[in-house]
């Protein structure tokens, strides 16, 4: 069986991957010269277990293990490796409330090292952090803006061995590089711009250079352009996606001289996320989706603007300043990019469709990097059975997680669910 993957993100290479060693012939179509330059170049990389449901949780925990042991997981290649840094992950909720107790608990249950830190102990373990409380965020135009709430914070969660894989476009390359050396093929600087299926059989997949390729089976892993894909194969879902506009920006880190000791911290009471970059020389920030901002959507996700606009820089770094009082303004820097979101919950949608033959690992809602390794063998599994007859709406594939001994029915992000209750956020 031949099937081609398009899209040679972090997600295309995993999954081609996975699929070559399943026994399928897999090709990769990218329009870009190299991997990993679509929408995973602009990716944070952030690994946290934090996720409202178990299923994400479990998958999450099971790809930090592949992301602690890489080079074991990739086998032998002639490159770099992305590094998984590990500083921790403080997520810092607006209430410490039962739902927050309930996935803590079900964290420990899958094995995550994570504790609940009061304000007093969070101030304690990162006294460069604020421990006041700013919930609700505001926009930075509202006079109360810098005005102190006299609150602190409901609490934190820290998942002590949490943090964030660099660069994401390199571990998309050692991702190539295994799946070259195990025979999976890259079709790089192709286009597609059409799908047909005479009669039922094979799809011929039409590229802008005139050429065609044949597959038996299809799957999209086109990032933003995910929802103009399954157009080209005619393929419409019950959930609707979008690309979305995000901004993350870079300030200088104040505590690069004194060696460090920045956590990844998702700072949801505050409105934003921020983490070390360029071995802790920077920190780098991008938004939480506070309700007080309103989400950049795009219609066409070929037509945006990548650069950095004043208004999200001043509120993400003026959020990030009073989170972290050293942090100084500098010369603004960042980068605009897109999430591809699925709208109603926030969660990917990786399944089968109604044209046979046709998958999607698409909707992956700004925070599908860190899970890429595990959705790898998920896809491959769900192709290579959906084509072997199994009924995947009926009878959910479930996959197994060597590493954490955790098993995960893939329902919870079929397109036929109802909505996953999540917090409708990039936090899940
Ligand atoms: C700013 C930002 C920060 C993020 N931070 C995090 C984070 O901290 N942690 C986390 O887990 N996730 C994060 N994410 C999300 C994560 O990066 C994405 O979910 C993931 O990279 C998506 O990978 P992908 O392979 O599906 O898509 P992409 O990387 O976008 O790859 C899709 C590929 O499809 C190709 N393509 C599209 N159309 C065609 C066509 N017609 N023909 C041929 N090729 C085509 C594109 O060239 C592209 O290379 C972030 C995302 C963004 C944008």
Redesign the pocket.
Known sequence: MHVAI???????CSISWALRRAGADATV????GEV?????S?????VRRFYSQPGMIALAHEASHLWADWGAHLGPIEDELARFERPGVLLIPPAIDASVHAIIARMKECGVAVQLLDADAAEARFPFLCADSFFPPVPTADPDFFEPTGKRIAGAVFEEDGG?VVS?SLAAHNLRLAGERDGVQFRLG????GVERPDGGPFLLRTADGGTIEADAVVN?????SG??NRMGGVTLPLETRPLR?E?HAMKNPRYEAGGGVPVVGDLDGGIYFRPESRCRDLIV?SADPACDAFEWVDDPDDYNESISDLVHDRQTLRLMKRFPDVQRGPARGLG???DVTVADWYPIIDKTDLDGWYV?MG?S??????APVIGPLVAKLVMECEGGRDHDVDPVVLDLPRTGLRVDASFLSRLRQANATTGTVIG
Not at 36 to 40: A, E, I, L, R, V
Not at 190 to 193: Q, R
């Open positions: 398009v899209g040679g993100g972090i997600l295309g179509i990218d329009r870009h990993g330059h679509g929408s995973t602009a990716s944070c990389g952030i964030y994401p192709t286009t597609l711009v892993a086109a990032g933003p352009h103009l894909v995000r993350v991008g990019a897109l999430y690992a992956t700004g925070s599908s990097f860190k899970t």
